[in-house]
Nanobody, 126 residues
Framework: QVRQVESGGGLVQAGGSLTLSCAAS????????RGWFRQAPGKEREFVAA????????YYADSVKGRFTISRDNAKNTMYLQMNSVKPEDTAVYYC???????????????????WGQGTQVTVSS
C-alpha cells in the first residue's frame, strides 16, 4: 500500500518557523516530482511548492516565495517544507503530493499528482 504521511504541523506564532515532513512508504518516489499544497477553510486547495526528482529544480507560489523552502531526501523517501516568517494567512491544512511522469518537471497543477497524504494542520496565530 502506497502511503504518504505528513507531520510537523501545529500552532505557531506569526513570524515563527515550522518544518513539515512527508514520509512515503510502499514505493519510492525518487524518480518523480513532489509537491506541497494547502487548503484553508472555505477555500480551494492551492499550490505551495514543488521540487524535481533530483531536487535541482524548485517552484514556489508567489505567496510563499522567499519564506518557504522545499527539499527532499530520496534516500529516506521524504520531502520537507521549511516555513519561515509565517503569517496568519498561511493557516491551512497542508498536503504533500507525488507522481506524474518519471523525471517530470515540478508542477503547480494538482491534477498532475497521483499520490496524496492525509494532510497536517498548520495554524498561525497573530
Amino acid at each position: 500500500q502506497v502511503r504518504q504521511v505528513e507531520s510537523g504541523g501545529g500552532l505557531v506564532q506569526a513570524g515563527g518557523s515550522l518544518t513539515l515532513s512527508c514520509a512515503a512508504s510502499g514505493r519510492t518516489f525518487s524518480n518523480y516530482a513532489r509537491g506541497w499544497f494547502r487548503q484553508a477553510p472555505g477555500k480551494e486547495r492551492e499550490f505551495v511548492a514543488a521540487i524535481s526528482w533530483s531536487g535541482g529544480t524548485t517552484y514556489y507560489a508567489d505567496s510563499v516565495k522567499g519564506r518557504f523552502t522545499i527539499s527532499r531526501d530520496n534516500a529516506k523517501n521524504t520531502m520537507y517544507l521549511q516555513m519561515n516568517s509565517v503569517k496568519p494567512e498561511d493557516t491551512a491544512v497542508y498536503y504533500c503530493a507525488a507522481g506524474g511522469l518519471v523525471y517530470g518537471s515540478p508542477s503547480g497543477n494538482p491534477h498532475e499528482y497521483t499520490y496524496w497524504g492525509q494532510g497536517t494542520q498548520v495554524t498561525v496565530s497573530s
